[in-house]
């Protein structure tokens, strides 16, 4: 009989990287180091997957990194990545979650870009069934109608918007870092474009054509970005919105409440409808 080191490990199998079995795997969450949905705090380096992966936290944030710009995924979202789309990965305090996996000819008719998307309560039911079967290496009837199902409902779900484009123009790019790393600097578009030593007018026209935004609102989406990541950390409004640079908390709520459509405290409490 062969000693205990003698015994070979069957490797865990990356669900994520097949191509066979079932055109949707859902995975419970959680932070174990066992499973292949970890989440808890932590940081996964550049990677890709074959398959598209849509994922959802139920407390914390997850922050996603795309060569076209970053992702935020607040409680009860989900975020869908592309097969093969390469992304880097931050999670913070996320301590419970779904992930579902599906193969590239599932995924045709799914975004072809990384996005976040609202829930139903549909959508919540049939990941929940489709975890239960996670085990399975050929589904029923049944269950393969309920896949089809989930596939119209993320196909069909509302766009949210946490997405921050970034610039691909090195003199853009070195403003748009510093706007990140200092997200409460009021200087003027003026200031910035001296600092990057660029006219006031180029830095205008090429932030528009390279973002699709002006640069006064790819700054507010990058503050409300921040503001966002400290909040699911438990840091007041009050807080948040000093940091920001907010006169008051109450402009804060009003600016978040225009992009957003709800409060803070309600935006991070609720479940998408």
């Keep these: 009989m062969p000693l205990p080191s003698q015994i070979p490990t069957i ?13 949707l795997i859902a995975l419970r969450g959680e932070d174990a180091p066992d499973n292949e949905f970890r989440l808890g705090t932590r940081e996964y380096d550049w990677h890709h997957h074959l398959r598209g992966q ?5 407390s914390g944030l997850v922050h996603v990194r795309t060569v076209q710009g970053s992702w935020l995924l ?9 097969g093969n789309e390469p992304h880097k990965v931050s999670i913070s305090g996320a301590m419970s979650g779904w992930t579902v996996l599906i ?4 995924s045709r008719e799914l975004p072809d870009q990384p996005c976040v998307i609202g829930i139903s309560e549909l959508m919540n039911a ?10 399975q290496e050929v589904l029923e009837a049944p269950q393969e109608r309920m896949i089809a199902v989930l ?10 918007p946490l997405h921050l484009p970034m610039p691909t123009d090195r003199r853009l790019l070195r403003i748009a870092h510093g706007v990140l790393e200092q997200p409460q600097d009021t200087r003027t578009l003026q200031a910035w474009a001296s ?7 180029t830095l205008s026209r ?4 390279e973002t699709g935004n002006s640069f006064a609102q790819w700054r507010q989406q990058a503050r409300l970005t921040h503001g966002l990541e400290m909040l699911a950390n438990g840091i007041s409004v009050a807080e948040v919105a000093d940091a920001l640079g907010y006169a008051t908390p109450s402009n804060f709520i009003a600016m978040f409440r225009r992009c957003f459509g709800d409060s803070p405290a309600h935006y991070f409490s609720k479940r998408s409808r």
């Design 11 to 23: 490797p865990a199998l990356d669900h994520s990287e097949r191509s066979d079995g079932p055109a």
């Design 103 to 106: 193969t590239p000819q599932a």
């Design 206 to 209: 090429l932030f528009l054509a």
């Design 54 to 58: 849509l994922f959802c936290v139920e």
């Design 151 to 160: 596939l119209d409902e993320i196909r069909q779900a509302p766009h949210e």
């Design 126 to 135: 049939l990941v929940r069934r489709a975890v239960s079967w996670s085990a």
């Design 195 to 201: 600092w990057a030593g660029l006219s006031s007018s």
């Design 74 to 82: 607040p409680p009860n979202r989900a975020g869908w990545i592309p």
